[in-house]
């Protein structure tokens, strides 16, 4: 199947600092996602982004899906920012599974 | 903005008894899903779910869990006889509407005692 490796594994920052997060997977995908989850364990959708580059607000996101990666970037960091982000490849239809990777766990001193 | 909703968001159970978890997929979406994460790791695939019938199922998903749609408006997840090592965070997800995109629950975290 499908592998989905994101890096670095852990980042710790000072807030104010910028952070770039990325994804890499090995085969075609159809769909990719960004999720920050927060300290309540909750799944926040940030990016629905299987090609291309969006933003929003702090956070911006490009998949280049011919080179099969995409890269999370954290602008200005706060502390609110802290704590896993996922990324997750769909690989055909709707109907199909979406595999996450393991995860960045960041953490933003004060 | 429509939204996944799962209930109850916490439960304790004593290992041997039977739990639902419950989810309220997007109204228009067609598939469904449920996920699982055991604290401080990945986030695992269980079951997919379309047309009333299983369409994918991992291989944590043995004989002790089930689903169901039994109506228009719920998912259901149960495990019949649970044990301490199915403590985690489930998560339910629904896709639709012409669009790959997965909207999640909030989650339900479960523990077994």
């Known amino acids: 199947g499908i592998q989905v490796e994101q890096s670095p594994p852990d980042l710790i920052l000072q807030e104010g600092a910028n952070s770039t997060l990325r994804c890499n997977f090995s085969?075609?995908?159809?769909?990719l996602q960004w999720f920050h989850q927060n300290p309540w364990g909750q799944l926040i959708n940030l990016f629905y982004i299987p090609s291309g580059t969006k933003q929003n607000g702090r956070l911006s996101a490009t998949t280049v899906a011919t080179e099969r990666y995409s890269l999370l970037y954290i602008s200005s960091s706060q502390t609110t920012d802290s704590g896993v982000y996922f990324c997750a490849v769909v690989r055909g239809s709707s109907a199909s599974k979406i595999i996450f990777g393991s995860g960045t766990r960041l953490s933003i001193r004060p | 903005e429509p939204e996944v909703t799962q209930t109850p968001s916490h439960q304790v159970t004593q290992m041997g008894q039977e739990v639902i978890l419950r989810c309220v997929p997007i109204?228009?979406?067609?598939?469904f899903y449920w996920y699982r994460q055991i604290l401080g790791q990945k986030v695992e695939f269980l079951v997919s779910f379309y047309n009333n019938e299983i369409s994918e199922k991992s291989e944590i998903f043995d004989d002790q869990f089930s689903v169901e749609r039994p109506d228009g408006s719920n998912f259901t997840l149960k495990i019949r006889s649970t044990k301490l090592e199915d403590s985690a965070m489930y998560f339910c997800?629904?896709?639709?509407?012409?669009?790959?995109?997965?909207?999640f629950g909030q989650g339900t975290r479960l523990t077994v005692v």
């Open positions: 997800a629904s896709t639709g509407g012409g669009r790959t995109e997965a909207f």
């Open positions: 109204s228009n979406h067609l598939y």
């Open positions: 085969d075609s995908v159809n769909n």
